[in-house]
């Protein structure tokens, strides 16, 4: 089964500075996406950006990028000027392609704090 | 469009009582899923769907049922609620196929006395 480990609970950035958040993975499959999601206080679950396996480019969006290493099975994100609306729980997820339902396996989530 | 839309926002129950989660997807979307969300444990795959008269268990199904009569709804049941079920549920649904992600609903924070 796969697992997703999200190694640092808390998070505390400045405004403005950048963060990376970790996030590691196990699997036996070579064919898979990866996900961060933000989840504000709302409670709403907002896709932050995806990664293909097979793309060895770095997806970027915005001030949000990650850094990909598949041979290490690490994925990381990167936010660039962090902003107060950054400051959420991170939630790093994974699914393996042909993948019935579609169904991702989540890390427990990183807590964002951002100071003004 | 409302894409997916979860009822109730907030419930609380007592042990033994039971009752229905509400989910319903306005994109035509084949698949659907409940996710429970605890502290410190990310999100959890509850039952998940394929198409309506199909579903299949999850990571964590005891306690729960479901049943998909149409594309559009996707409701989970809890027959027989207990303390441990206190917990944050997520319903999602996503276009079969590719890199699509899950679109969620805003959530039931559900509470069992």
């Known amino acids: 089964a796969q697992t997703v480990t999200q190694s640092q609970p808390e998070m505390s950035v400045q405004e403005a500075e950048t963060v990376t958040l970790s996030c590691t993975y196990d699997?036996?499959?070579?064919?898979?996406?990866l996900f961060w999601y933000k989840q504000p206080p709302s409670r709403q679950m907002i896709l932050v950006i995806r990664q293909e396996a097979y793309k060895q480019q770095n997806a970027t969006e915005n001030r949000f990028s990650v850094n990909f290493q598949k041979a290490a099975k690490s994925f990381s994100l990167k936010i660039s000027d962090s902003q107060l609306g950054d400051a959420a729980m991170y939630f790093c997820a994974y699914r393996r392609n042909n993948n019935a339902g579609n169904m991702l396996t989540f890390g427990g989530g990183t807590r964002l704090m951002v100071k003004p | 469009n409302a894409g997916v839309t979860q009822t109730p926002k907030f419930q609380v129950l007592k042990t033994g009582q039971s009752m229905t989660l509400q989910c319903a997807q306005d994109?035509?979307?084949?698949?659907m899923s409940w996710y429970r969300q605890d502290p410190g444990m990310g999100l959890r795959l509850i039952h998940y769907?394929?198409?309506?008269?199909?579903?299949d268990q999850g990571e964590v199904p005891n306690g729960y049922n479901v049943s998909r009569s149409t594309t559009e709804d996707f409701p989970l049941r809890l027959l027989s609620a207990a303390p441990s079920q206190t917990s944050v549920y997520f319903c999602a649904s996503t276009p079969a196929g590719g890199n699509s992600p899950l679109h969620f609903g805003n959530g039931t924070r559900l509470t069992v006395t």
């Open positions: 699997t036996s499959e070579s064919d898979y996406y």
């Open positions: 769907s394929v198409g309506a008269g199909i579903t």
């Open positions: 994109m035509n979307h084949e698949y």
